[in-house]
């Protein structure tokens, strides 16, 4: 079978590539001709554990290919995705203009029967709308299905072949069946629902993660107050099976190009519907104000901040990804000049992107070099390298021992016994 991507973004360049690895042959398509001739050369834009090597075999043994022509990409296949960006707008809206013009192109090269699958995260309704913008230029039989992705970013590879569902909304079992058989290798719980339902369960998802992360995020806040340890209170809730340990870890909230974006759509879609979804605004102030504790806490230490020196450990909005976008430590970074701090950052590999972000600052390309010298170091993103620095020999080249440990990546007590003043979120 043959499956065409359109859209070679991080969802459309890792769906394109698992499917080919699978066994299919797919054809991605992009309309930035740049990209693709890169592509073609095994240049991947995104940095992702295992995806150029993915890319590079499955190119050579033929089974994945790029183009920028829509008769190539649309011709002999029989599923086409769309996986174009939805952006968020000023608005909170998703901008849902790149999937229309998606739609408009495919339809345009459409002869026989396909599933076009929707896999960019977009607003309920939005199925039916490029069902109707087909329907304008192809009389023919065709079906659209919603099939939400889940990928993480730094793991998306592994959550591609090994997820904890597949979903397809669709409206026909015919389409039902084609998209079950193109899952068919991998296992797990596929399930199938009506259009609507699939749209919202993705947004759904990522909207309670989100919330999960901001209720734990309110906890430690009253941790600080009570003298709890917000740790211990995360490990004693994460064990009644009904709750979960995952996503309850506590720290400057979220970021990414996912959680913000898709919470305040979900708000926004709510609100468009004449439904006021109050906790989800919750949700979000907590987020934004969930920035602000570090700063708070570097105060705490060191009174005020002006001209003071201070080291950012980690740029990217999470661990394992180049990715700074709604980046906590970008926001902090943003705070601290409100400060009039003097700032030097280092992270493993998101400095190219966050130099796109901030100026002002010093970036560094080393973590001691970072902490060397300056008064206070703020730990703004959870890579595990952080453990592994050195923190003795960091003690002794700071020019004052103190750590705002955002993340809670570091043993309080190790830092203790070392010398440091360690504060950090909830504990
Ligand atoms: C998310 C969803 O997990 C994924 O299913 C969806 O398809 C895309 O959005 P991603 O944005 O890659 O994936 O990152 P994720 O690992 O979910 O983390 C999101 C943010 O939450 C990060 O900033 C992370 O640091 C933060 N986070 C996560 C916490 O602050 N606490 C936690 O316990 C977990």
Known sequence: MKISVIGTGYVGLVTGTCLSEIGYQVICLDIDEEKITRLKEGIIPIYEPQLKELVIKNQEAGRLSFTTSYAEAINDSAVVFIAVGTPAREDGHADLSYVFQAAESIAQEMKDYKVIVDKSTVPVGTGEKVKSIIQKHYSGSFDVVSCPEFLREGSAIEDFMKPDRIVVGAQSTKAVDIMFDIFKPIETEKISTNLASAELIKYASNAFLATKISFINEISNICDLVGANVGEVAYGMGLDQRIGSSFLRAGVGYGGSCFPKDVSALKQMAGHNGYDFKLLKAVIEVNNDQRAVVIKKAKEALKSLKGKNIGILGLAFKDNTDDVRESAAIDIINLLQKEKAQITAYDPIATKNAEKLISGIEFSDSAYAACHDK????????????????????????RNPCVVDGRNLLDQNKMREIGFQYLSIGR
């Open 375 to 398: 008064d206070l170091v703020i730990i703004a993103t959870e890579w595990p390298d952080f453990k592994e620095l050195d923190w003795e020999k960091i003690k002794d080249k700071m």
